[in-house]
């Protein structure tokens, strides 16, 4: 038998390498595409740029794998050497060596598949019986005084709710009920606990007034406890509100589900369950200044109101006042007229006023007369015999010093005067010789 007589005699075009590996690629990619796939986890690689590179064995084959940013990734934390895991991936070939991988989308720890079912199959059930319902779940008291934890002793969430609640609320007593919080048995623990803790005068707690339970991150398996009836059942029959705080955000338990209310975190249960002090200054430091400006908007009308009959008040008893200022002002302006030292300072004004007037009268009386002389003076120097004297003329006067006014008047032997401007001269008349 010729091994190699399928082999063309005539040269065909061959594919190249790439060209292969595509066409292995599309193949793989189509006909397997994407699945569930159960292995060990063996020879992890966890790269600076956040991808992880693995194989997946049984006891037959192993093929290598890629999670892409696998801390993004669901289930990553289920990825450590040795771990049974299924991951959900898409078959391919890596192009560059020509090698068959998958590219791993989410994981689990192998097995949860069964507990996933049975925590649906849990959940079905308490939902029908109205045990989630948000009716039969009550609110959180606003100040609680003592809060119960029942968690792990040792562990970080104890630590967690204690610091938060320290710096919250101070004045808050925690009550810590030590129990496990994983392993067979602990979902008893956990659920004798809240019942305890529900009947305080039995058992000697002090009577809380909201119950925190709950623990840390951890995976499906650590969680488990309290994805039991018996846990639920005992958050749904507390009288106390109950937050549960189990495992991270992404965490979701029966438990959370039968509480009165879901923390993300047992940090944030503490912070859910009281007040900040310092958000509680801030409110009331709100509530003040809102109170006082609520005053102020309902005082504002009643205190222009008031301002205004103060002002005309003022106004009024200013005017009043000042009238009886002004009526004082009148009786001292007339007391004063009336009074006698006035009346004779104003007689004596007056006195003087017309002393004063009088001697004007006068010193006007006299320079008026002293003109008048002086003018008469200047009219007799004019007209007067001094002035005839000047030019020649003189007088003649009789004995009894009468003016000789014609000669006819004159008689003889009679003695007469004449004046002329430098003396007198006496004569004795001797002759008449009138003119004609």
């Known amino acids: 038998m010729d091994l190699f007589s399928d082999i063309p005699s005539k040269p065909v075009k061959a594919l190249s390498v790439t060209q292969l590996v595509r066409k ?42 890629a999670m892409f940013h696998a801390r993004n990734r669901e289930g990553s934390e289920a990825l450590e050497n040795g771990a049974k895991v299924r991951v959900f ?41 109205g045990i989630f319902d948000t009716q039969r779940k009550r609110e959180l008291p606003v100040f609680p005084r003592i809060i119960g934890i029942v968690t792990s002793p040792t562990g970080a969430a104890i630590q967690d709710i204690l610091n938060i609640l320290t710096r919250r609320a101070p004045w808050v007593q925690p009550v810590l009920f030590p129990v496990r919080v994983q392993g067979k048995g602990a979902e008893r623990e956990i659920a004798q606990a809240i019942a305890k ?19 840390g991150g951890g995976s499906l398996e650590d969680l488990w406890c309290f994805n039991e009836e018996v846990v639920a059942r005992a958050i749904a029959a ?121 001697r004007n009268l006068a010193a006007h009386g006299v320079s008026r007369n002293a003109e008048k002389l002086r003018r008469l003076d200047t009219l007799l120097r004019t007209l007067g015999p001094d002035s005839a004297f000047k030019r020649g003329f003189s007088i003649t006067l009789n004995e009894d010093g009468s003016i000789l006014r014609s000669a006819k008047a004159a008689k003889s032997g009679q003695i007469l005067r004449t004046k002329l401007i430098d003396g007198e001269i006496t004569s004795t008349v001797s002759s008449q010789e009138p003119t004609a």
């Open 24 to 65: 292995m690629k599309r193949a793989v990619e189509s006909e397997v595409g994407r699945l569930w796939i159960e292995g060990e986890v063996s020879n992890l690689t966890k790269q600076g740029s956040g991808h992880w590179y693995f194989s997946l064995k049984d006891e037959g084959s192993q093929i290598q794998c």
């Open 89 to 129: 991936a898409e078959a391919t070939v890596y192009e560059a060596r020509g090698q068959l991988q998958v590219i791993v989308e989410k994981a689990e720890r192998s097995g949860l598949g069964d507990l996933q079912a049975r925590f649906e199959a849990l959940k079905r059930k308490l939902h029908a019986e």
């Open 197 to 215: 803790l529900n009947a305080p005068g039995r058992y000697g707690y002090p009577r809380c007034d909201v119950l925190i339970v709950g623990r």
């Open 238 to 358: 507390s009288e106390i509100p109950v937050i549960s705080a189990v495992g991270h955000e992404i965490d979701f338990t029966i438990a959370d589900f039968a509480a009165d209310l879901r923390a993300p975190t047992p940090s944030a249960a503490a912070e859910i369950a009281v007040p900040d002090l310092a958000e509680l200054r801030s409110t009331l430091l709100n509530l003040r200044n809102r109170l006082s400006r609520s005053l102020r908007h309902l005082l504002r009308e009643p205190s222009q109101r008031l301002d205004t009959v103060r002002i005309d008040l003022a106004a009024a008893a200013e005017a009043a006042l000042l009238a009886r200022h002004r009526l004082l002002q009148q009786y001292v302006i007339r007391h004063r007229a009336l009074h006698p030292a006035n009346i004779l300072e104003r007689r004596i004004e007056k006195l003087g006023s017309l002393r004063k007037h009088l």
